[in-house]
């Protein structure tokens, strides 16, 4: 039997992922608009482009957070330094 307050914990803790994922490619479909608005020659995207541009960078972000939960609930000392090599990598290809 689980206590209350820890099922109540983990809808809370649920909510705010979702919340979060939904924001995060809402932000991004809405960069992406604007810049396509600015840019001279590209026609305006219409409700349906943007609804699958929110849908693309929602499955996007919502399988990248699905995966790295599944490894740091596998693998959690691996995490950060797996976390670390990536950022380092990044920067070094960015650079």
């Known amino acids: 039997m689980e206590d209350s307050s820890t099922y109540f ?12 994922v939904v924001a995060l490619a809402w932000a991004l479909a809405v960069f992406n608009t604007t810049r396509r608005n600015t840019t001279p020659g590209k026609k305006r995207l219409t ?10 960078h929602f499955c996007m972000i ?18 950060a330094p797996l976390c670390a ?9 960015l650079t």
């Open 85 to 93: 090599f990536r950022w380092v990598l990044m920067l070094a290809w």
């Open 62 to 79: 919502s399988s990248r957070v699905i995966t790295l939960a599944l490894f740091t609930s596998i693998h959690p000392t691996l995490t």
């Open 9 to 20: 914990g983990g809808v809370v803790q649920l909510i705010s992922i979702s919340t979060s």
């Open 47 to 56: 409700f349906w482009g943007k609804t699958l541009q929110f849908l693309w």
